[in-house]
């Protein structure tokens, strides 16, 4: 309320002070049809004066500083995916055990367009891919203790402010913290009740395919902006078991 007073008291202020400047006119020259022409003129502009300011100026420097906000967002999923998430996706798919059906879909390199990643195919097959991962009890301590190392590393991710630009690897990033979460607040993983197994699947089935969609658009990303870690993503490609860092 108090905000709104303000702005009516400063309308009004404005107001009285150009019809104060106005009424100088006139005392001074007693000339109305002036006064008129040039009120006209600058009534007139004000929508040519929007146009230009709020939209056209406004709507570039919105545009510049989003790609500055996407860059620096870009790369802070570059560092969570050299700290956990190719190794995540390593860890995903050494566990599914019909991924080499679909293992073609993510088997990028250097001749990709972007209709190869999200455009067409890849996103599209790999969204109709039924996600089946099974995990022991054995293979999901070691998940645990991987997540679990990682936990503070994800946990400064979500504090990031610039995140909320970017919905999809959010929603991501929260799929991945749940499930370490759900793993950290169960004191065995070994000999749970079914259900708890089912439930936990879940949560892994989640996380992969959210994961998998972000680290495709990552991927489309360096391709088409940095060449070099591109070059690198393809050496260390979590899918490809032919893949080398070292260059032959």
Known sequence: MKGWNRFLY???GLVALSAILYAFHFFLFRD????????????????IEVLLVTVI?????TYREKRTLLTKLNMVIG?????????????????????DRVRPQVLVNQNWASRD????????????YDYTVEFDAASLDQLRDFLLA?????????????LLEHESFTDMLWAVTHLTEELAHRASLHDLPAADYAHL?????????????E?????????????????????????????????T
């Open 10 to 12: 400063l309308t009004a």
């Open 57 to 61: 100026i406004h709507r570039l420097l």
């Open 79 to 99: 560092a969570f995916f050299g700290e956990v998430g190719t190794e995540l996706l390593n860890i995903f798919a050494a566990h599914d055990a019909d991924f």
């Open 117 to 128: 990643f999200l455009g067409l195919q890849a996103a599209r097959k790999m969204a109709a």
């Open 201 to 213: 699947a879940g949560d892994v089935t989640r996380a992969y395919a959210r994961l998998l969609a």
């Open 150 to 162: 990682r936990r503070e590393f994800l946990l400064r991710l979500l504090e990031n402010p610039a």
């Open 32 to 47: 109305t049809h002036h006064i008129f022409i040039y009120l006209v003129g600058d009534v007139a502009f004000v929508p």
């Open 215 to 247: 680290w495709l658009r990552y991927m489309e990303h360096l391709q088409r902006t940095y060449p070099y870690l591109f070059s690198l993503a393809l050496r260390t490609n979590p899918f490809d078991p032919q893949a080398e860092v070292s260059l």
